[in-house]
């Protein structure tokens, strides 16, 4: 296990910014749920969940995914539809919160400040997430746009408020926008391997430092930067 550790200075508050899908929820189950269901309406085979998943985190097209085992004219009518119900309850529900996640946002919100940075589209279902799993409370603010555009820049946009020393903030996230977004303002940057992206994919956005599940960090400095 890669553990990963930070100082901190000792008279300022850490802004630690989580991407939620990857680091925080395992949406595997949700993602192939969405793709089988698209693809049983328009008859077409889906591939297993382990195919799909890996495709996904070898950053595949979805249009070559499909093409695997539907026609090619099928992708316009599953990317419409896929769009739309991404962020229905009868998805979302099938998210899972990450073992050790919520003990850790626990112990690091009782001293630091946590926000969570996303591209989801619909904050009320956003919200409403978040509460049904008990994380809402963990989070001094949830950042996130409408019909975001789904880059860095939208991401490094949100987070900028927020940050008044770039040396005392980090980013955790899964995909190679969320590392480019820390990188933008400045602040030191973690990339999650559990997510949606392979390690190999994610080294070309160069972050700092690399874990399995954002719980094998260990922010030693929450008691010794008070010692």
Not at 43 to 68: G, Q
Not at 139 to 163: C, H, Q, S, W
Not at 174 to 193: F, K, L, S, W
Request: proline share 4%; charged share 30%; hydrophobic share 40%.
């Amino acid at each position: 296990m890669i553990r990963v550790a930070f100082a901190a200075d000792t008279n300022n508050t850490m802004k630690i910014f989580f991407d939620l899908d990857g680091p925080i929820l395992d949406n595997r189950r949700k993602y192939h749920a969405i793709y089988t269901s698209l693809l049983e309406r328009g008859h077409h085979a889906a591939l297993s969940v382990e195919e799909y998943w890996d495709c996904k985190r070898r950053k595949i097209p979805e249009a070559e995914i499909l093409a695997k085992t539907s026609p090619p004219e099928f992708f316009d009518e599953y990317s419409a539809e896929r769009m739309r119900i991404i962020e229905d309850l009868e998805y979302l529900k099938l998210d899972i919160v990450w073992p050790g996640i919520p003990e850790l946002l626990d112990s690091w919100s009782r001293e630091h400040d946590l926000f969570v940075v996303t591209m989801r589209n619909r904050r009320d279902m956003l919200l409403r997430q978040l509460d049904h799993f008990d994380l809402r409370r963990h989070f001094r603010e949830i950042l996130n746009e409408d019909t975001n555009a789904g880059t860095a820049d939208v991401k490094a946009r949100l987070m900028t408020p927020y940050i008044s020393n770039p040396t005392e903030a980090v980013m955790i996230g899964d995909t190679e926008p969320d590392i480019r977004a820390g990188q933008r303002v400045g602040i030191r940057t973690v990339a999650v391997t559990c997510g949606i992206r392979t390690r190999e994919h994610l080294e070309t956005a160069q972050p700092d430092h690399f874990v399995r599940h954002a719980t094998d960090i260990t922010l030693a400095w929450l008691t010794s930067a008070r010692a």
